[in-house]
């Protein structure tokens, strides 16, 4: 069993910056490859961002490429979402995934189907 919690979400103003924290808990967090997912209101829950178990293979949905960045903190058991020079489109639900098997390639790390855990969200709103 594993808990994820995520924080961070808040009301920002385009081009601006957030950095989202998922602390996990119930196991290992090192042997945890970690996922961001988002879903706006009408529409699919969309990949962001994962990264592999020790942190150095990540991968980047092409609309957040080159803004956002994942990291991760194994003895904090946390994974961040830097969110940087936020636009209209990233406001959303922010969610926090995890499973135990490797994030392979990124067509099976961008599947929400491939997480077995997940976190309750954290919104994000952008504005002007």
């Known amino acids: 069993q594993v808990q994820l919690v995520e924080s961070g979400g808040g009301s920002v103003q385009a081009g601006d910056s957030l950095r989202l924290s998922c602390v996990a808990s119930g196991r290992t967090f090192s042997l945890l490859r970690m996922g961001w997912f988002r879903q706006a209101p009408g529409k699919e829950r969309e990949f962001v961002a994962a990264?592999?178990?020790?942190?150095?293979?990540?991968y980047y949905a092409d609309s957040v490429k080159g803004r956002f960045t994942i990291s991760r903190d194994n003895p904090k058991n946390t994974v961040y979402l830097q969110m940087n020079s936020l636009k209209h489109e990233d406001k959303a639900a922010y969610y926090c995934?995890?499973?135990?098997?490797?994030?392979?390639?990124?067509?099976?790390?961008?599947?929400?189907?491939?997480?077995?855990?997940w976190g309750q969200g954290t919104q994000v709103t952008v504005s002007s």
């Open positions: 995934a995890a499973r135990t098997q490797a994030l392979v390639t990124y067509d099976f790390a961008s599947k929400s189907a491939e997480y077995a855990y």
């Open positions: 990264l592999s178990q020790s942190g150095s293979v990540t």
